[in-house]
């Protein structure tokens, strides 16, 4: 029994261990069970036989032994305890230590499985221990030891330990088991396994592969009669990931498989060994990208782990550890953080706190917090693990290493890049020193700090980085492979992300070389080369080249990874990006909603990559303003990432910003405000409150005030941004730059240019120094700064701006790329806006040119180029071209956008315009008409395209005259421009003035004027005085003004606007032309003929030579002409004017508008003139009919002409029917106007004319009293009336014979008129012809005929011999000569008068009537009656026809001819014209004046007063200046409806400022505006720069000949001297100096003002002469002032005589400069550039200042060009390094007046740790020029020979300060420093006057002698050994930090509360840390300020002495000890 049953306990044994080692565990189990129970029963058959016990025992031990491991197998911890406890009581009761090694072994095993790997070690060692006393060294027990020591090892992280172990099993040359023979045994093949993970660790990924394949393949070979294993499977599961982590997956998947079907075969389904296959199968999953999947293979994993292990077991907390990691990569940050907390709670609950498991746990959930933006949660877990790690693993292990990693991501997060570099750093270090430095895994290292600074954008230190990690990695793998080709390909995107895209391409296309080169799966490699290609040349607008790109790599990822990858999803959005670029939007929605799919089939709805999908979508559809869409769109991701990430997190942030955006495109500020005020809060919470973060958030809420323009809360939110950008990351970055920009733009809006400017240029310097000057960011920044010059007016800086930007593009991109073409644009606009438009077109057409050409469809910027070019022909009024441009621009914005497109809406409106110009009103409306709609579709609610819309449509409706619906719509338009920008806008001010408009022409003067004043107001404060818009509105002004008879107001601001668009548009442009004609208009009106015909003749060559004459401008002026024609009584002339004005308007207008209604009544006036009455009145009802329809009946237009009807009337003899016109004319007045203005006096004055011509005197003085007292009460515009109303009321004193009353009011009269018009016109020469008229009645007759006499001269000087005015004088003459009884003279002045008026009236004229019936009388006096009958019935013919028949007139001509026919004999004839006659006397004049007498003659009448009589033949003789009052025109020629060019109006001019307004002071200085002193030149507006010394000129002063200098490298300057002031023969030397020292010194100080230099200074010698100057000879100088008007400028002054100017003189004598209080005048040269003219009395230095309030001056000190400076030098010294002995030496050349403080605060601290004091600089200049500099050692020797010789370049107009830096070394450390070296300057150019100079740098008491430097302390001796060996206070710092504690707090508040204690708080644990850390951060932050001397005060101020004492007695013992 016994032999048989050893032998079936040896059967079933060895067949259990087979079935053992290939893992059939169950199986084994069950037959080893059944082996013991044999051995059991065996034994208790050998109680009694202790000879055979000893081998049982060792079968029972063995048996125990075998069952422990299989349940330690099984993970049956508690049955393999029980085993292996009585298998090791078994062994030790033999006494046999080899079993007892094999229990400790599997004891080992046990404690391996439950992660107690220190445990396993301790029994693997100590079985070890046992094995090496039994067996040899070599042995494969001994060897199995080592396998399980290393296995422990490596579990526990301690991969030297593990390899050193795992060498001892494995040759790691040969890879060959360390046995004799070589013999592979299945216990030990695992060694393969360990090792392959081992090196899997350190990231040898082929040498791990090659292990586990040497593993499958022993495997294989030791079973060779079954291959079927779990470890076969376990091999083929570790090779399967080896493939997954290089991205074979497909060979990673085959090898899973089978490991899967091998282990499911063996073991079953429910089965750890499974579970661990399916962990794996997951962690494939998840190198895919397949997310889910692997959610699925975990969840199964943890499904089969739990049935099969339950929860408490360290795989289970593995799987949930791995199954967190995945929801946390699929963005389910809060499932991931339970799972894994419930895998920390096994791990802590299994294993206890202090072990790697744990670590890695707080790892993971480190991350969570991290991915949710807690980065202190994050840090703190992070910190947790590294602690753990460092204690188990040292300070240099791989893990430690990923943990230091870790840290640098938080404290990156953190806004600490500062801690974070050193973590990062730290990482690469331990690498290093565990791996080597080429190493791969180094290598990578370099990679991972790449990408650190590439996250941080420190892109060229990013690519240092990747390029010593390539050099690594070529060393440690060689040149051809993916890893070193696909770091060319990063190295490409670094210079991508500096913008150096020629650095990148070749790059890439290196890569792609290297890897097509390659063999096996580079394809996914290429895909992203090509992607990475594809962005560099996207960014270049190569679009055709990036979509083939990006089209190659689609191609790839979608063969590779199909359709619903991720990468095929993001290529997906890139290809829709450049149709989005393309303007195809179609086709981009459509990719980019297939890239959304996707995103959801791969994530699910709930995932974050998602919601940036929705995000994509919602921009594209916020791109095209379908704001709905894109709201829906934003509001999709915001709930995905409430859901997924809750409210409070950063992706919540961001959307909020995104649905922001739309509220802002819709106008919704509110509501844009609250989300991101929301996002704000958000990420303070999350990023604490100085987070970067934050500082976008405050940028994100500037903009949307600026959209407001609440620019002061916009700027106030963009400068807390800065500031903690500048705290976070300093001045020298990209964001900072930025940020500046920002700041810089809101500056620009709110007009402060200057300020703009200065950031704008410090933006720039930023790029520069980061980026280099040759990158696309620096052309942006460049075209900023030329866009300040630009809205400056300083055309030429801004065109050499843009130039450069132009230049610098073209150098990067090429002539032909679409950048440049913006550019072009950029250029063109600026010449657009200075109205240089044919440099605009020429940009313009470049611009096209290279648009067209560079892509293969048109796209949206080349229909916006045809655009930019229609605008420039619409300035130019040149339409049609206009029009042609943009009906190119609509075809292609249709095929882009659709026919609903906002582009197309756009260019609707620009064509409408246009039309609109053409007067095509009503198709202009249908466009108008649908751009509105297309706006209301797109924009909803209120937005400036609607308020545009709505403008263009009530403008048109306004030029068609339909005014109530126009302004129905102007209305809407204005509340849109309000609700939108608030009360005050440009867009409301336009608005404002074109209802004052139509206010106007419906005579709602108060109205209008309120509304123009509204506008004006608006326009001024948004666009500076200088404006165009401003122009306008002073051209209504105007107009009203002249609607109400106030011509000087209205010339005021027809001047303002003339001097407007003359400074801006140049003299040859319509605007000015039309202005001129304003001005000419008002001339007119003051009776300025010839002024005026001059000024229309100018406005009309210029209208001929841009609109042409048939445009409605021109007519108008032909109106306005013929006005002065008709005035001068050319009236042929003036109706030839006329009719050509209603022809043009006729063909352009559609006959019933105000220009053809006014040019009716035009026409109407000159038939009256001519006497066609009938005619005459027939045009005015035209007239009159046209406007009724336009206006209504009771219009104040409509009443002007009937007016003129009632003035026909008059004429006519119709007075009745006159007066009528008069009184409801005045009706209507009094209703529409106030009683007291000009309209009204002027009708009571034409009722007072018509009671004068009906004789009726009393009345007509009534009427004519309430005229002149209304005129009297008004202003000086009424005097020109009140003028007419004088001298018509002499005439009616006159005909009523008060001859005194008559004279008085003649003198009246012509006082007023010489005061107005000064010297001769027309209305002084009718007073005197009316006064010549008085003497005539009174019989003085030689004094009328000198008062006539002086009327004809000032008549024939002012129109030549042959206008009607001086008929006039001569027919008056002519009635003097008769009744003088002088017949031939007056027979011959009255032919002259009646030749005169033939020509110029025709027969048919009352003036010509007169003039035969007065020569009639003469040949009747001289007793020709057959002469004097032919003329009487000639002027009876044309009074009939003319008049009525009851005029005196024709009374007259009847009784003229009466009395030829008495004295002719003829009886009959005689009584019949008697009768006639006395009949139409007695009609007119009645009983008052006229007895009826009775006798043969028939009806007679007789005069009762003689007086009255003379008087009436005078009035129906006599020519009198008789004025009425005329009856203004309406003038829609001057009411401008704002002219629009372009889809947006600019807000940009002139920034204004206070200013010290001029004091009055006639004893200080006179200010002649006549001209008293000759001026011969004029000067230019800026100095050219003295190239040889300054420029002179000398000349001999000779008697009798006047001096004239001037210098001529400076155009201006002159000097004037007539030979009477000076002796002869003296030299006079003129020379001009800049205002640089020494010259400018001593300029006097004011208390509240400064005074600014604007002229250079000016040296006339010999200096100190006097002048002998006379009263009518005087010594002028004429100084330039070209920085006058940059000044005048910049305090938003109109010219520059508004400064308050002090004029300085100086002699060499005295060498003060003193104020002069001389006479001066300004002019203005030909160029438009101010100078001043002086009239000096003594020869000496002279300087024209402007007085400014001290506190503005910013800005000015640098106008003038600088010379030369006087110059300081500050001197620094570094701390001396007490190693090396080394200092750094840093000298600063400065302007002597620079504020030092301002320089010393750009230089860091540890450079100015000791001031040096400078020798020999006493009054020291240096000018502009290159020096050579030298250092000459002393105590310092200068380390770089190459900074011995430095060239130092000065332009004292560029910079103020220049340094020189010296690294140095010290001669004697031990002697104190006295002279330390000296600097030596000198002069590279011969011609300057600079001898060269040596300064000593030495050490003084006396060195820090600047009260402004306080920055530093002065170097004495005594500091020196300080210097030499600063004191580390360090330790003392501890020592204070240690007993300060818990009270650091209080500490740090007291020393120095600006350094923060927050973070210090959150990080530190421990109170002694915290203080400790906050005193080394202050210390770091004071530099050498930091003391203990001030921690010791602080802690004094505490009353913690306690802690001072215990700090002495430790600093003393410690003296004592040292």
């Keep these: 029994m016994e032999k048989a049953a050893i032998e079936e306990h040896q059967s079933l044994c060895e067949t259990a261990y087979q079935r053992y080692i290939r893992g059939y565990y169950a199986q084994a189990f069950s037959i080893y069970d059944q082996a013991l129970q044999i051995a059991l029963t065996w034994k208790d058959a050998l109680k009694c036989d202790d000879n055979n016990t000893t081998a049982v025992n060792e079968a029972l031990c063995d048996d125990y032994l075998s069952l422990a491991k299989i349940c330690a197998k099984q993970l049956r911890f508690d049955k393999a305890y029980e085993y292996c406890d009585q298998s090791q009581q078994i062994a030790r009761e033999l006494n046999n230590n080899l079993k007892v090694a094999y229990c400790l072994d599997c004891y080992g095993d046990v404690k391996k499985e439950k992660a107690r790997y220190d445990d396993a070690l301790l029994d693997y060692e100590a079985a070890l221990k046992l094995k090496l006393e039994e067996k040899d060294k070599n042995s494969k027990d001994v060897i199995l030891s080592y396998r399980n020591i290393g296995s422990a090892q490596l579990m526990a992280g301690k991969l030297d330990d593990a390899f050193t172990a795992l060498y001892k099993v494995i040759d790691p040359v040969k890879h060959l088991f360390r046995l004799p023979n070589n013999v592979a045994d299945v216990e030990l093949l695992e060694a393969y396994n360990d090792l392959g993970l081992a090196y899997c660790l350190r990231r040898d990924f082929e040498t791990s592969l090659k292990m586990h394949q040497t593993c499958l393949k022993l495997s294989l070979d030791v079973l060779k009669d079954e291959t079927d294993s779990l470890l076969v499977a376990s091999c083929y599961g570790h090779i399967a990931m080896m493939h997954g982590l290089e991205d074979d997956f497909a060979d990673a998947m085959i090898n899973h498989d089978k490991a899967l079907e091998m282990a499911v075969k063996i073991a079953g389904e429910i089965s750890i060994e499974v579970t661990k296959i399916y962990v794996w199968k997951a962690k494939i999953r998840q190198s895919e990208s397949r997310i889910i999947d692997a959610i699925a293979d975990m969840k199964k994993a943890l499904q089969i782990g739990l049935e099969v292990i339950g929860r408490n077991h360290i795989l289970v907390s593995d799987i949930y550890d791995l199954l967190g990691t995945l929801y946390m990569s699929q963005g389910d940050l809060e499932i991931s953080y339970n799972v894994l907390k419930q895998a920390l709670a096994i791990r802590q609950e299994l294993l206890g706190d202090h072990n790697l498991s744990v670590a890695t746990s707080y790892v993971s959930i480190g991350n969570i917090h991290f991915l949710k933006n807690n980065f202190l949660d994050a840090l703190n877990y992070y910190r947790k693990s590294l602690d753990i790690q460092q204690d188990i693993l040292g300070e240099s292990s791989l893990d430690i290493a990923s943990s230091f990693h870790n840290l640098g991501n938080v404290y990156v997060s953190l806004g600490d890049p500062d801690d974070a570099l050193p973590a990062y750093q730290h990482a690469l270090k331990i690498l290093i020193n565990i791996l080597g430095e080429d190493h791969i895994d180094v290598a990578v290292a370099y990679d991972d700090i790449g990408r650190f600074f590439d996250r941080q954008e420190r892109y060229e230190e990013a690519r240092q980085m990747y390029q010593k990690s390539l050099e690594k990695h070529i060393i440690a793998i060689g040149e051809n492979n993916i890893i070193v080709a696909c770091m060319y390909t990063k190295i490409g995107e670094m210079y991508y992300q500096l913008n150096q895209d020629n650095l990148a391409i070749p790059m890439y296309h290196k890569s792609l070389i290297e890897l097509k080169k390659l063999r096996g799966d580079v394809m996914g490699a290429i895909a992203k080369t090509y992607k990475h290609l594809a962005d560099s040349v996207f960014r270049q607008k190569q679009y055709p080249d990036a979509l083939r790109y990006y089209k190659n790599s689609l191609a790839v990822r979608i063969n590779q990874l199909g359709e619903n990858h991720l990468d095929v999803i993001e290529l997906y959005d890139k290809v829709g990006a450049i149709y989005n670029k393309q303007n195809k939007y179609n086709d981009a929605l459509l990719l980019y909603r297939r890239s959304l799919a996707s995103k959801i089939t791969a994530h699910g709805n709930k995932n974050l990559e998602v919601a940036e999908a929705h995000d994509t979508v919602g921009n594209l559809y916020n791109l095209q303003n379908r704001f709905d869409h894109a709201r829906a769109a934003f509001e999709n991701a915001l709930l995905i990432r409430r859901t997924v990430s ?414 407007i668009w003359l400074s801006v548009l140049g003299v040859n442009n319509v605007k000015l032309a039309l202005a001129t004609a304003n001005i000419g208009s008002i001339c007119t009106l003051q009776g300025k003929y010839v002024d005026a015909l001059v000024l229309f003749e100018k406005s009309a060559i210029v209208l001929k030579n841009t609109v042409g004459d048939n445009d409605i401008y021109y007519a108008n002026l032909c109106n306005k002409i013929g006005n002065i024609y008709h005035r001068q009584g050319n009236y042929n002339d003036a109706l030839l004017m006329h009719e050509k004005a209603l022809d043009i308007q006729k063909k352009i207008l559609d006959g019933k508008n105000f220009h053809v209604a006014n040019s009716y009544r035009n026409i109407g006036i000159i038939y009256t003139s001519r006497g066609k009455y009938n005619l005459a009145i027939l045009t005015y009802e035209q007239s009159i009919e046209i406007l009724v329809k336009i206006l209504t009946e009771k219009n104040l237009s409509v009443t002007y002409v009937r007016n003129n009807i009632g003035n026909v009337f008059l004429l006519q003899g119709k007075l009745n029917d006159a007066l009528i016109i008069f009184q409801q004319s005045l009706s209507l007045q009094q209703q529409i106007l106030s009683e007291k203005c000009i309209v009204t006096a002027k009708s009571y004055g034409s009722l007072g004319f018509t009671y004068y011509k009906k004789h009726k005197y009393d009345e007509a003085l009534t009427n004519y009293q309430k005229c002149i007292s209304i005129l009297e009460e008004l202003d000086e515009d009424a005097y020109l009336d009140l003028a007419v109303s004088y001298s018509n009321v ?666 923060a204690t927050d973070d210090v708080d959150l990080i530190k644990q421990k109170s002694g840390e915290k203080a400790l850390a906050w005193l080394l951060k202050w210390h770091r932050a004071r530099g050498c300020k930091a003391t203990i001397d001030n921690v010791l005060e602080a802690l004094g101020k505490m009353d913690r002495y306690d802690i001072i004492d215990e700090f002495n007695d430790s600093v003393e013992s410690s003296g004592r000890d040292s």
């Design 646 to 1059: 809750g409210d409070n997190s950063l992706e919540v942030a961001t959307s909020y910003d995104n649905i922001a955006t739309v509220h802002l495109r819709m106008n919704m500020y509110d509501e844009a405000l609250q989300l991101l005020e929301k996002s704000l809060a958000i990420r303070k919470k999350l990023s604490g409150e100085d987070s970067l973060d934050v500082a976008n958030s405050y940028s994100h809420i500037a903009a949307a005030y600026k959209c407001q323009t609440k620019f002061d809360k916009a700027l106030s939110n963009l400068e807390k941004g800065l500031g903690i950008k500048l705290k976070k990351i300093g001045e020298n970055s990209v964001e900072v730059a930025e940020s500046y920009n920002n700041i810089a733009t809101i500056y620009q809006y709110q007009k402060l240019f200057d300020m703009s400017l200065v950031l704008f240029k410090r933006s720039l310097a930023i790029l520069i120094n980061l980026l280099g000057e040759n990158s696309m960011e620096v052309t942006s920044a460049i075209a900023n700064i030329a866009k300040i010059y630009q809205s400056q007016g300083k055309l030429e800086n801004a065109v050499s701006m843009f130039e450069k930007s132009l230049s610098l593009r073209m150098h990067l991109m090429g002539a032909d790329d679409l950048n440049v073409a913006d550019a072009y644009s950029n250029l063109g606009f600026c010449y657009f806006k200075h109205h240089r438009y044919n440099q605009a077109l020429i940009n313009y057409e470049y611009m096209l040119s290279i648009r067209i050409n560079a892509v293969e469809v048109p796209i949206i910027d080349t229909a916006n180029a045809h655009n930019s070019i229609g605008y420039v022909y619409q300035a130019q009024c040149k339409y049609n071209d206009a029009l042609e441009q943009f009906m190119k621009a609509l075809p292609i914005q249709r095929n882009i956008v659709g026919v609903n497109g906002l582009d197309v809406g756009i260019s609707y409106r620009n064509i409408g315009r246009i039309h609109d110009k053409q007067h095509n009103y009503k198709y202009a409306a249908a466009l108008f008409q649908k751009s509105l709609t297309i706006s209301i579709e797109i924009y909803k609610n209120h937005h400036l395209g609607i308020c545009e819309g709505y403008y263009d449509v009530s403008r048109n409706l306004a030029q068609q005259n339909n005014f109530v619906e126009a302004i129905d719509k102007y209305q809407k338009s204005l509340t849109v421009a309000i609700l939108i920008c608030g009360e005050n806008n440009v867009y409301a001010a336009l608005t404002y003035n074109d209802i004052g408009c139509i206010y106007q022409l419906q005579c709602r003067y108060g109205d209008s004027l309120a509304m123009y004043e509204k506008g004006l107001t608006m326009r001024r404060d948004a666009l500076g005085e200088n404006s165009l818009a401003v122009a306008v509105s002073y051209g209504n002004l105007g107009c009203l003004a002249e609607s109400q008879s106030k011509y000087k107001e209205a010339l005021q601001y027809f001047r303002k606007a003339w001097k």
């Design 1290 to 1955: 002499g005439l009616i004193h006159k005909a009523m014979g008060k001859y005194a009353l008559a004279f008085e009011m003649f003198e009246k009269c012509l006082n007023i008129e010489l005061e107005i018009n000064g010297g001769d016109n027309f209305g002084i020469a009718d007073t005197y012809n009316n006064i010549g008229l008085v003497y005539q009645s009174q019989g003085l007759y030689e004094k009328a005929i000198t008062a006539h006499e002086k009327a004809l001269s000032i008549r024939k000087k002012l129109d030549g011999d042959k206008c009607v005015q001086v008929a006039d004088s001569y027919q008056n003459l002519g009635l003097i000569y008769e009744l003088q009884k002088n017949y031939n003279d007056a027979l011959s002045v009255a032919k002259l008068a009646l030749e005169i008026y033939l020509p110029i009236q025709g027969d048919r004229s009352s003036d010509v009537a007169k003039s035969f019936r007065n020569i009639g009388l003469i040949y009747l006096s001289m007793e020709d009656k057959q002469s004097a009958l032919e003329m009487l019935e000639k002027s009876l013919s044309i009074e009939l026809k003319l008049m009525d028949e009851d005029s005196l007139e024709i009374a007259q001509c009847y009784d003229g001819i009466a009395r030829i026919y008495q004295l002719e004999d003829k009886m009959d004839k005689f009584r019949a014209n008697v009768h006639r006659a006395a009949k139409i006397q007695w009609k007119i004049l009645g009983p008052d004046k006229l007895t009826k007498i009775k006798s043969q003659g028939g009806f007679q009448v007789n005069f009762k007063s003689p007086v009255f009589y003379n008087n009436l033949l005078g009035e129906l003789q006599q020519s009198a200046g008789i004025r009425v009052h005329s009856w203004i025109d309406f003038r829609t020629d001057v009411i401008c409806l704002n002219n629009v060019v372009g889809y947006t109006r600019q807000i940009l001019e002139n920034f204004k400022s206070d200013y010290v307004k001029p004091k009055k002071d006639d004893d200080k200085m006179k200010h002649h505006s006549d001209d008293k002193i000759k001026m011969e030149r004029s000067l230019y507006s800026g100095l050219i720069a003295a190239e040889e010394g300054y420029p002179h000129i000398s000349q001999m002063h000779e008697a009798d000949q006047d001096t004239f200098m001037m210098v001529p490298q400076l155009p201006g300057l002159q000097l004037t001297v007539p030979w009477q002031c000076l002796d002869r023969n003296t030299n006079v030397v003129l020379t001009a100096f800049y205002t640089d020292p020494p010259y400018i010194h001593g300029v006097p100080d004011r208390p509240e003002s400064t005074l600014i230099p604007i002229s250079p200074i000016v040296r006339i010698e010999p200096n100190g002469k006097e002048l002998n100057n006379e009263a009518d000879k005087n010594v002028t100088l004429q100084m330039p002032l070209p920085v006058a008007d940059e000044i005048r400028q910049s305090f938003g002054l109109e010219t520059a005589k508004y400064l308050d100017l002090c004029i300085l003189s100086r002699t060499k004598t005295d060498n003060v400069w003193l104020e002069e209080h001389v006479d001066y005048q300004y002019r203005v040269d030909e160029n438009g550039s101010p100078c001043l003219a002086i009239a000096i009395s003594q020869f000496a230095d002279y300087l024209v200042t402007a007085n400014v309030i001290s506190s503005k001056r910013l800005f000015l000190a640098n106008k003038f060009p600088s010379y030369q400076k006087e110059i300081s030098v500050l001197s620094y010294l570094s701390e001396i390094h007490r190693g090396s002995n080394r200092v750094h030496l840093k000298i600063i050349v400065l302007d002597l007046f620079e504020d030092e403080a301002k320089i010393l605060d750009k230089i860091p601290v540890k450079f100015q740790h000791a001031k040096v004091a400078i020798e020999g600089l006493d009054n020291t200049f240096l000018e502009n020029g290159t020096y050579n500099v030298e250092f000459k050692q002393g105590e310092l020797q200068c380390v770089h020979d190459e900074a011995v010789h430095q060239s130092l370049e000065i332009d004292w107009n560029k910079r103020f300060c220049y340094v020189l830096n010296y690294q140095c070394l010290l001669k004697d450390a031990n002697k104190p420093l006295e002279k330390l070296a000296s600097i030596t300057v000198a002069s590279v150019d011969a011609q300057q006057q600079f001898q060269p100079k040596c300064y000593n740098l030495v050490m003084s008491s006396q060195a820090c002698n600047s009260p402004r430097n306080t920055n530093c302390e002065v170097m004495t001796t005594e500091m020196f050994h300080q210097l030499i060996a600063p004191t580390d206070i360090k330790p003392s710092l501890a020592i204070i930090a240690d007993k300060i504690a818990s009270d650091w707090k209080t500490l740090a508040t007291t020393l120095d509360p600006d350094v």
